[in-house]
């Protein structure tokens, strides 16, 4: 049995009907995608409220999001995104607290381009043949996607998640020595 | 982990850990790939990042809940029957004790039959009504139904059925915005002129 309510594409129906198990995988990308930006930014909201604001302001006409076409999710992160761009651009015209635009940019991590750092990195993988092959074919296409690695390798995406967790798993453990 | 322009990294081990941590990043944000995660780590994720998991629901089901009140506020009603409240509706029974409750609803031109049956949440299942209707009528517009409270006269929500005249839905808690297994309501039936967008 299908939890199908409403067929017609209104919007009230398509954000009822995402689930609760919907609602927190996309609440997590969105903490793990901006979580960060917006904490550094005094009293800024967190990804859930601006996710709240995005629901709300659909449901109120204020934003439109094209349920034909476009997935509801995705419209979501878009609209969430403009949001933390929003929120960002007034903090810094406002002048409250000045922070060089350094601290704010992430590191740009050298192109493993140079033997050394390509040897040391998969050094770090050794033991572990499948994660190896991943990073391997990420040093050779440094633009390479997921899902490319995946199909690529001949893997499903389920070991690519399962290969980050243990890569995660690694990197928690240098932190702790 | 970002790592900031304020340090530098100055040894091949920072430049190994920066690239490693950057990839692990990237496969975090991917959409395809974060959708493999069990639920489970999903939350505890969200927890250590300080996301508030159950408050974020239940602000959700009462936004929901207004929204839902407000469309359905839009269109107009052709006509409403009165409330009916099924035995043990919102009563503590045994899940295997609530058999389907049945009701005729009359109209000038016929009746509508609804029928239900709920079930309290399990392991599995969140808590739900199974809704079933039959009418026996003309029917020119859409048929709505509404969950009142019946102590206090608050509509619990309002939800659009269809225009067959024949059908069933499942409805879980969420959809619903309340526990049909432990909250008492009452039901009643609109037919609504088709909503103008």
């Known amino acids: 049995m299908k939890d199908n309510v409403e067929h017609g594409l209104d919007i009230v129906s398509a954000v009822a009907n995402l689930s609760a198990e919907d609602y927190d995988g996309l609440r997590l990308r969105l903490w793990r995608q901006f979580g960060q930006e917006l904490h550094r930014i005094p009293d800024a909201p967190t990804p859930d409220d601006l996710l709240h604001e995005a629901i709300e302001d659909l449901l109120g006409d204020r934003r439109h999001c094209p349920l034909a076409r476009v997935d509801l999710t995705m419209c979501l992160v878009n609209i969430v995104r403009s949001k933390v761009s929003h929120v960002y651009d007034k903090w810094r015209q406002t002048g409250i607290v000045i922070v060089s635009d350094e601290v704010l940019e992430k590191i740009r991590v050298g192109d493993a381009e140079d033997s050394e750092l390509r040897d040391s990195i998969l050094a770090q993988v050794r033991d572990d043949s499948l994660l190896s092959k991943v990073i391997e074919y990420r040093l050779e296409h440094p633009e390479a996607r997921a899902q490319e690695i995946a199909e690529a390798l001949g893997l499903g995406l389920q070991a690519m998640y399962n290969a980050n967790r243990r890569l995660k798993a690694r990197l928690k453990s240098v932190v702790a020595k | ?197």
């Open chain 2, 1 to 197: 982990m970002l790592i900031t322009m304020s340090e530098p990294l100055n040894t091949i081990d920072q430049q190994t850990e920066a690239w490693l941590r950057r990839f692990s990043h990237e496969l975090d944000l991917d959409a395809q790939v974060q959708s493999m995660a069990p639920i489970e780590d999903v939350r505890s994720e969200l927890q250590a990042l300080g996301a508030d998991v159950p408050g974020f629901h239940a602000k959700l089901a009462a936004v929901l809940r207004r929204a839902k009140l407000t469309h359905a506020a839009q269109a107009v009603i052709a006509w409403m029957s009165p409330c009916w409240q099924p035995q043990w509706a919102g009563q503590p029974v045994g899940a295997g004790d609530i058999p389907t409750q049945a009701h005729a609803f009359a109209l000038e031109d016929g009746r509508i039959e609804l029928s239900c049956t709920w079930h309290p949440q399990s392991e599995a299942n969140p808590a739900y009504l199974d809704l079933a209707w039959n009418a026996d009528t003309l029917m020119d517009g859409e048929l709505w139904c509404r969950f009142v409270q019946p102590d206090t006269q608050v509509v619990l929500t309002e939800l659009l059925l269809g225009e067959s005249r024949e059908g069933g839905h499942y409805l879980t808690r969420q959809t619903l915005g309340f526990d049909p297994a432990e909250e008492t309501w009452t039901i009643a039936l609109l037919v609504k002129e088709p909503h103008q967008a």
